[in-house]
């Protein structure tokens, strides 16, 4: 890799430009999945070339990618070759080693930074991060504690029978409720951190939830930040099915303290892309006033996918134009939407046999926008592609998606 070309981190790389070398404006970005390939669709529509760094020789991203770097995450090779096409990179999974981003941030513009994305690949540091910006942020996470060894398991035990029933989480490489045992007694403790490994831990209390919402953030390197508006999220079996995103979808004190709380999280470690930060709401009365902050996720989320149909910029666009260094446009929401996520299940009938969704009857449904990720096989629990729909009132919203979940046997439906 050569530091001749490095673009200084204020500098715009504009669309469709060419360097004096005859280069032509590329963004890349490490992994090949959904959020990639929705990535790489954002930055060609400007005007970018692409470039993709994952394995996975059928990636729904590399499959749409000018350039497909077919090697692993943290080969040297395929990374000095991304860094040599691209002008900035961007990562488009939390786990992606830091290191990685580290490499490449020594000759290339790199955002979020290996700095930040670490915190957020760990439950202790990130939980750290929230209480240090908790005066800003006016918002603290569920109660917890980190079990790390045998001695700290046996003190949680004696000690923080406060925290039952709880959560045990795995400090790393959670997602989609992997990683996770629910408990309720100091013996099923010792049994779930047994169960997982004994690897880094920590047990967070068990929250009465009355509902689940999520903010993204866009941050640019000139510290200007926009946001959208916060999306009510159901979860059905610990993944994501159901996003709701209108005006009244949660009460608004609530969704004003939410999302200034996601702006100050992200400004408090100086954050540059687009960061999704996860809620959750509490019945009132509480000790936490109402809301809590669970996790944040580095990158573009599954929660802000109908920001592609139902905005004037949607938060691919915005991971774009922030690690571009173009100025961000605060998004408009234009339609109210909901969002439901289609999973590989959809594929496969009540007797477990193939089959092939009624994507006919589904698009006949006004408002319906069908978005396909490309993956080649369907899996039980697999994020295969997302239907977001849109109309002119709330309420025809729901009625659409509610027919479109029966019709897909979705399920989520009773919180449509
Ligand atoms: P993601 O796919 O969002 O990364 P994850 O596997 O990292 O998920 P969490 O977001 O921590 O896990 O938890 C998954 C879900 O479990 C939450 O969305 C929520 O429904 C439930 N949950 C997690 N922690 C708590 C808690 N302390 N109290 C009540 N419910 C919880
Ligand atoms: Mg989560």
Request: some cysteine; charged content about 15%.
């Amino acid at each position: 890799m050569s530091a001749d070309s490095h673009v200084t981190a204020m500098t715009p790389i504009f669309p469709g430009s060419v360097d004096p070398a005859g280069q032509r404006a590329t963004l890349g970005v490490v992994g090949g999945g959904q959020l990639g390939r929705m990535f790489v669709h954002a930055a060609q529509r400007l005007g970018y070339f692409t470039a993709v760094l994952e394995p996975d020789a059928q990636s729904p991203a590399g499959l749409v990618s000018h350039h497909h770097i077919q090697t692993d995450y943290d080969d040297p090779a395929g990374l000095a070759q991304l860094a040599q096409l691209c002008q900035a990179i961007t990562t488009e999974f939390e786990n992606v080693p830091a290191q990685v981003l580290r490499t490449l941030a020594q000759v290339r513009r790199v955002a979020p930074s290996a700095a930040v994305v670490s915190i957020a690949q760990n439950r202790i540091a990130e939980k750290a991060h929230f209480a240090a910006c908790a005066e800003v942020s006016g918002v603290t996470c569920a109660p917890y504690a980190v079990i790390e060894t045998p001695a700290q398991l046996q003190a949680v035990q004696a000690e923080r029978t406060d925290l039952l029933p709880g959560i045990l989480k795995t400090a790393r490489m959670g997602y989609d409720g992997k990683g996770q045992v629910r408990i309720k007694t100091a013996a099923e403790l010792a049994a779930a951190w047994a169960e997982l490994g004994g690897v880094a831990c920590v047990l967070e209390k068990m929250l009465p939830l009355t509902a689940e919402c999520s903010v993204l953030v866009a941050r640019g390197w000139d510290a200007q930040v926009v946001s959208f508006a916060p999306q009510r999220n159901v979860h059905v079996e610990g993944i994501l099915a159901v996003t709701h995103a209108y005006e009244g979808t949660m009460p608004l004190a609530l969704a004003t303290r939410a999302r200034e709380a996601a702006v100050a999280i992200a400004q408090h470690i100086g954050y540059v892309g687009v960061l999704c930060v996860e809620f959750f709401v509490v019945a009132d009365g509480s000790e936490h006033g109402g809301l809590v902050v669970n996790e944040m996720a580095p990158r573009p989320h599954n929660s802000g996918h109908y920001t592609i149909d139902a905005c004037d910029a949607s938060q691919f666009d915005l991971q774009v134009y922030a690690m571009a260094g173009l100025p961000l446009p605060q998004p408009r929401q234009h339609s109210p939407a909901i969002m439901l996520n289609l999973l590989g299940d959809v594929w496969f009938d009540a007797h477990g046999q193939p089959q092939e969704p009624n994507w006919y009857a589904v698009l006949r449904l006004p408002g319906t926008h069908l978005h396909l990720y490309g993956k080649l096989e369907a899996r039980a629990g697999r994020k295969m592609g997302h239907l977001t729909i849109t109309g002119p009132d709330v309420a025809s919203v729901k009625t659409v998606a509610r027919r479109a979940a029966e019709l897909l046997s979705l399920p989520g439906l009773d919180a449509i």
